[in-house]
T-cell receptor, first 114, second 113 residues
Framework: AQKVTQAQTEISVVEKEDVTLDCVYE???????LFWYKQPPSGELVFLIR??????QNEISGRYSWNFQKSTSSFNFTITASQVVDSAVYFC???????????FGTGTLLAVQP | GAGVSQTPSNKVTEKGKYVELRCDPI?????LYWYRQSLGQGPEFLIY????????DSGLPNDRFFAVRPEGSVSTLKIQRTERGDSAVYLC???????????FGSGTRLTVV
């Protein structure tokens, strides 16, 4: 079975703080993809990143960075110097190569206070 | 179109009524997915189509839910005898095929009163 766990339900930080959102996944597939999505109050799911299971290189995009650790089945997301506009619910998701569907975690609500 | 279009954006219906939710995927995308997102939860998989056929409908909660994609493009999610527990945002996503990323629509907010 596939499963994505986001243990942090809510996180509150003050602007300019760094924050890390945790994601742990379970899958029996040898080929899979991991995703992060942002869902602001408007409700749309905004794609942030997709990483395949064979690429464990960390990635940085502006203030965002992702740490993929296959050994611990984790795909954590760090926002550096957080801003109020980062306030949203963030979802980690897993697409299994065999099951061919996207399974979401329960999300982490990030509140960035000015 | 440029993105995945879902109509209506909001739907209020009475308990026991039948509703249809429409999804218009990105042109050329062969895979189409339906998800349901209840308040405070992550999107939950319902069904996915590859072309015209339902490749996996394991997420449909019961036989009141049904979806079709007769021409391999537009899809309709149909809910019979709606219940208050069906209230949620219904999201549609499409993919170009193997290895392609998901593009989500804005969703239909269904409220059953």
């Amino acid at each position: 079975a596939q499963k994505v766990t986001q243990a942090q339900t809510e996180i509150s930080v003050v602007e300019k703080e760094d924050v890390t959102l945790d994601c742990v996944y379970e899958t029996r597939d040898t080929t899979y993809y991991l995703f992060w999505y942002k869902q602001p109050p408007s409700g749309e799911l905004v794609f942030l990143i997709r990483r395949n299971s064979f690429d464990e290189q960390n990635e940085i995009s502006g203030r965002y960075s992702w740490n993929f650790q296959k050994s611990t089945s984790s795909f954590n997301f760090t926002i550096t110097a957080s801003q109020v506009v980062d306030s949203a619910v963030y979802f980690c998701a897993l697409h299994g190569g065999a099951t061919n569907k996207l399974i979401f975690g329960t999300g982490t609500l990030l509140a960035v206070q000015p | 179109g440029a993105g995945v279009s879902q109509t209506p954006s909001n739907k209020v219906t009475e308990k026991g009524k039948y509703v249809e939710l429409r999804c218009d995927p990105i042109s050329g995308h062969t895979a189409l997915y339906w998800y349901r997102q209840s308040l405070g939860q992550g999107p939950e998989f319902l069904i996915y189509f590859q072309g015209t056929g339902a490749a996996d409908d394991s997420g449909l909660p019961n036989d009141r839910f049904f979806a079709v994609r007769p021409e391999g493009s537009v899809s309709t999610l149909k809910i019979q005898r709606t219940e208050r527990g069906d209230s949620a945002v219904y999201l549609c996503a499409s993919r170009p095929g193997e290895g392609g990323g998901y593009t989500f629509g804005s969703g239909t907010r269904l409220t059953v009163v």
